[in-house]
């Protein structure tokens, strides 16, 4: 089931190639919590619907809450997605430039067999790589001192 979900991921993220925008377009509104380096190889894309898998094996393992839930946004290896209604949410662009940087680290495979189990053994909200994002990014809501936010994801995974 990874394979065809890494597959299918590979499959979006090469569809909506050409609206993806590098996140340098935040520099100055990360700065110091992620470098340049890593923005020039983070992209977005602005969406109307969220796209999300939707196999007869994600919902019979038990994600269709998951699948089902109205997302503002969803990151997929280093490109994520916001809708339009949230595309100007710098908290949430925040947010899920943790999962890039988690993404890069437990590698695409990695990831997503992380990230199913964290679903089913805990749920979202309550998911470690999603708090570990959450906390992030209200830390960053709360202009809380600026650290290298690359390294602390890598030494926390």
Not at 100 to 122: D, H, K, N, S
Request: glycine share 4%; net charge negative.
């Amino acid at each position: 089931m990874y394979e065809k979900i890494e597959e299918w991921i590979c499959q979006v993220n090469a569809s909506y190639e050409n609206m993806r925008r590098p996140c340098t377009v935040f520099q100055k509104h990360f700065n110091d919590f992620y470098s340049h380096s890593f923005l020039e190889t983070a992209y977005f894309v602005v969406v109307d619907k969220i796209p999300k898998p939707d196999f007869p094996e994600l919902r019979e393992a038990g994600l269709g809450a998951f699948i089902d839930m109205d997302a503002k946004g969803i990151t997929y290896d280093d490109t994520y997605y916001v809708t339009k209604r949230a595309a100007h949410e710098l908290r949430l662009h925040f947010h899920e430039l943790v999962h890039v940087i988690q993404w890069q680290e437990l590698t695409p495979q990695g990831f997503i067999a992380r990230y199913i189990q964290e679903m089913q053994t805990y749920g979202y909200d309550d998911a470690p790589l999603e708090r570990m994002a959450y906390a992030l990014d209200a830390h960053y809501q709360a202009s809380g001192q600026k650290f290298s936010v690359e390294q602390f994801v890598r030494k926390s995974l």
